[in-house]
């Protein structure tokens, strides 16, 4: 049988399969498969030339500009919505549908305390997401792996030391969610936990809420009815302020407002990995290796099991098919909404590896071992 090193939980490498045994010919088969369809990932990421993102020209106006001299109108005393409304006609943003309007919430906050105040918001949850990940995971990952996460959140998360660019909501959203998942994974019982970070985030920005909708689901699926309860409830405070958001910018809209694009992007793969690679520290890398290790992570996250690994699995990768399916060239940014947790995958690497080994090497008289 496989060996596995001293303190590392067996019950993460049960293997999948239709029926829950898998003999060695299939194992093998499917080991060489995994093997082939990852060199083959490897390679198109190292020579493919996916289009360019899209970006403000040397000196142009920006989305953090823009959100910036929002909160400065704001701090003079302005009411949001007409100050916003003005800014985007002055600077062709557009003003159709009401979501092309971001909510108040963090522009209110940075006109009220400043924008330093925004950064030490983003910091204090990189920090507290990251203990709360190293506790969430005892039992569950090795201790190098643990120890592990302190520098691939770090990594995840060095955004943080750049304030000016903390205007764009999907970074301290992404935070959010990166509490919420070690909340959700560590504490089960406590089911209302991960309602705080994400109620939060859901008021920072509405990308937040497949998160939402996937906790929900698994709360249904499970019949957990105050869990249930809990996330309908948080969903339906959140839709209310939502309703209201709406209503304050219809009420600023004028028959000449520019309408957004829509948000059909149908990037594909590159668009998710573009979106990964420049909201995070992969930017410098040449584009050939910053794809191929923007891909990495998601291989690591593939390697979990059980619940925990189910409701991870089916966040990163409902998150990249949004990305990839509705972002555009110039919506880039959204990455950001998977900062720092993706990061995460990075950690568990050697753990997909030990998978695809363990497929290989399952020995003649036995069979490799699923959970049901």
């Known amino acids: 049988m496989l060996s596995l090193p001293a303190g590392f939980p067996a019950s993460m490498l049960k293997l999948p399969s239709l029926n829950g045994r ?78 092309t309007m971001r909510q108040p919430t963090e522009v209110v906050f940075a006109a009220t305390f400043g924008w330093k105040a925004v950064q030490y918001f983003c910091m204090g949850m990189l920090f507290i997401g990251t203990f709360l990940w190293v506790l969430a995971t005892e ?53 209302w936990l ?28 499970e019949k957990q009815w105050r869990a249930v309860a809990g996330w309908v409830g948080v969903l339906a405070v959140w839709g209310a302020f939502m309703a209201w958001h709406a209503s304050q910018v219809n009420a600023q809209a ?5 309408a957004s694009k829509g948000w059909h992007g149908l990037q594909g793969l590159s668009g998710f990995l573009k979106a990964v690679i420049f909201t995070s520290t992969l930017q ?27 409701f991870c699995i089916l966040l990163v990768l409902g998150y990249a098919l949004m990305i990839g399916l509705f972002s555009r060239a110039d919506t880039f940014y959204w990455g950001a909404i998977m900062l720092p947790w993706y990061f995460i995958g990075y950690v568990l690497l050697p753990r997909a590896a030990l998978r695809l080994w363990a497929y290989w090497n399952t020995p003649d008289e036995e069979v490799v071992q699923v959970e049901g």
């Open 22 to 99: 898998l003999p060695r010919r299939k194992a093998r088969v499917l080991a060489v498969v995994l093997a082939v369809l990852v060199a083959a990932l490897a390679a198109w990421c190292l020579t493919a030339s996916p289009p360019p993102i899209k970006v403000a020209k040397k000196g142009g106006y920006t989305d953090v500009k823009l959100y910036h001299d929002m909160a400065a109108q704001v701090a003079k005393g302005e009411n949001y919505y007409p100050a916003a409304a003005t800014l985007h006609r002055a600077h062709h943003y557009p003003l159709k549908p009401f979501m």
């Open 139 to 191: 039992g569950k990952l090795h201790i190098v792996e643990r120890i592990a996460l302190l520098g691939a959140l770090g990594a995840g998360g060095g955004q943080v030391m750049q304030p000016n660019i903390l205007a764009l909501q999907e970074y301290p959203a992404g935070q959010c969610i990166c509490v919420a998942l070690a909340l959700w994974i560590g504490w089960p019982r406590q089911w």
């Open 194 to 221: 991960p309602m705080i970070p994400i109620a939060l985030g859901l008021f920072i920005r509405e990308l937040v809420l497949p998160f939402a909708l996937l906790a929900l689901a698994f709360a249904v699926v």
């Open 254 to 258: 004028l028959p000449g407002d520019i």
């Open 284 to 310: 410098p890398l040449p584009l050939g290796v910053a794809l191929l290790t923007a891909t990495l992570p998601l291989l690591g996250w593939l390697s979990l099991r059980g619940r925990e690994g189910r």
